[in-house]
């Protein structure tokens, strides 16, 4: 067990309360907790959580990885406004500006059926694995992500 590690866990698991956007404030919570490090052990020890850097509607935030080594898909679902597939291709609509942070969490969320994304503003191309899999994979991502 990592003391300061599990102190940023702890910090950055508060994502209701205080959201931390920069490492800098990561830092400042870590004194106000009697824990001191440099801005370079700080990263070395953000990598090795899986901490990820995520822009939601109230700006950037770091978020703990999963057990998985999978970015959570909790902190997106509010972001999502539908998932719809013409058969070949699922488009995702986010909330303005949210798109990139969508597609990052399915990224990394490592979904098996999906081949890869593409984020805009508001919509995520999401690429099935398989030709013509595009609406049992947009089944799939309704229920992972809630969506309508």
Do not use: C, H
Request: aromatic share 2%.
């Amino acid at each position: 067990m990592n003391p300061r590690r599990d102190a940023i866990r702890a910090i950055l698991g508060q994502l209701g309360e205080r959201p931390v956007g920069s490492q800098g404030e990561l830092l400042r919570r870590l004194r106000q907790r009697g824990i001191r490090s440099s801005q370079a052990t700080l990263s070395r020890d953000m990598a090795a959580l899986g901490v990820r850097r995520v822009v939601g509607p109230g700006g950037p935030r770091y978020l703990v990885a999963g057990d998985d080594g999978a970015l959570p898909l909790d902190p997106v679902r509010r972001l999502v406004a539908s998932v719809e597939s013409n058969g070949a291709l699922v488009v995702v609509r986010t909330q303005a500006s949210t798109a990139a942070a969508v597609a990052r969490a399915l990224d990394e969320a490592r979904v098996p059926e999906i081949l890869g994304t593409l984020a805009g503003d508001d919509t995520v191309f999401v690429a099935p694995r398989r030709a013509g899999g595009g609406a049992a994979l947009a089944v799939k991502l309704r229920q992972l992500l809630r969506a309508g």
